[in-house]
């Protein structure tokens, strides 16, 4: 199959989409600080970008964000300039509103120029990955003294169907991570993940996993959210239940005897099928993508859906089939 492209769907890359970089080198380099900082910068990126965060988490050498790139919007130039308050420091908005106040001088040309040099990053999958990677560089290059890139050069991304019965499992693999890696046994005790800021009353994180419903529930809200995940995480319905979660010593149990894993189990699994295999979704929803994108694959392959192993899936499917370890029972993905 074809390198792809970043914008799988339309023009304009509109959709969903799980992004995962890595440091180079894998080394283990983010503490509380890093990560403190890389959440504040994930925030500042978006209130700019328009790209909107449905969940994401940092641990010590990646980081991985659950994103609805929308449709691009009419802004007018106080609304262009509203966007860069949000990401740029006073010092650097200085520098833009000058660049403005000459742009509007001039006119014509000149300031549709100013407009595009900002517009052209929003609602942009590339561009947002980018600002956000090279902002939270230059602040840990400057903090730690060093030079030089920060992270491999290429992220992964899949494309997930807006779909609840997708989404949630995708958000939910996502804030599992700090779990599989054995930090926490709940994530909502890890506070740099979506789901963590959301249990401890951040708004924008609680609005994100809202939108992983709104398909299913049209007035979907945080309880209704809140229910639904703790179900997904553990299998045991409500978020004050006190029956135990499942650890990683039962899941590997379960798997090294044959067993089949429930969805529950599979999300502390690491499974590269939600990192690895290009699109993710029901069987029509990938078949839709195989039809539009055909040039991407071999003459010989027929249809573009093909079946998660491990049971417990239910109607998902990718586009990529993997043969080499698409589940383990452990580690972080």
């Not at 106040?101 to 947002?128: H, I, N, P, T």
């Not at 169907?161 to 054995?182: F, M, P, Q, T």
């Not at 299998?235 to 010593?249: F, L, Q, T, V």
């Not at 590997?252 to 979704?281: F, M, P, T």
């Amino acid at each position: 199959m074809a390198r792809l492209r970043r914008h799988l769907l339309s023009p304009g890359g509109t959709g969903f989409y799980h992004c995962i970089s890595r440091v180079v080198d894998r080394n283990f380099v983010f503490g509380e600080s890093e990560r403190e900082v890389f959440r504040k910068t994930l925030r500042q990126v978006e209130a700019f970008s328009g790209v909107r965060v449905v969940t994401w988490t940092i641990l010590s050498n990646h980081f991985h964000v659950l994103v609805e790139v929308p449709a691009a919007e009419s802004l007018d130039d106080r609304e262009v300039l509203q966007r860069c308050r949000e990401l740029y420091s006073e010092h650097g908005m200085v520098a833009v509103e000058w660049e403005y106040g000459e742009a509007l001088r001039v006119g014509g040309a000149s300031l549709e120029r100013w407009r595009q040099k900002y517009l052209r990053r929003m609602w942009d999958l590339s561009e947002f990955m980018k600002t956000l990677k090279q902002k939270f560089t230059s602040w840990f290059n400057r903090t730690h003294e060093r030079v030089g890139t920060l992270w491999e050069s290429r992220f992964k991304s899949v494309l997930v169907e807006g779909s609840w019965g997708c989404l949630l499992k995708v958000a939910a693999y996502i804030d599992l991570n700090a779990v599989r890696a054995g930090m926490v046994e709940d994530p909502k005790d890890y506070r740099w993940c979506g789901y963590g800021e959301a249990v401890a009353g951040d708004r924008r994180a609680r609005r994100g996993l809202v939108t992983a419903m709104r398909s299913e529930v049209a007035h979907a809200d945080w309880r209704h959210v809140r229910a639904a995940y703790r179900k997904l995480i553990f299998g045991i319905g409500e978020e004050n239940s006190a029956r135990p979660g499942i650890s990683r010593e039962q899941v590997a149990k379960v798997w090294a005897s044959g067993g089949e894993l429930s969805i529950a189990q599979l999300l502390r699994c690491r499974v590269r099928y939600l990192s690895d295999g290009v699109v993710v979704g029901t069987a029509g929803f990938v078949e839709r993508f195989f039809e539009a994108r055909r040039e991407m694959f071999s003459a010989g392959r027929e249809t573009g859906a093909r079946k998660l192993k491990g049971a417990g899936w239910g109607d998902l499917r990718c586009v990529r089939a993997l043969g080499v370890e698409p589940i383990s029972p452990s580690g972080d993905g």
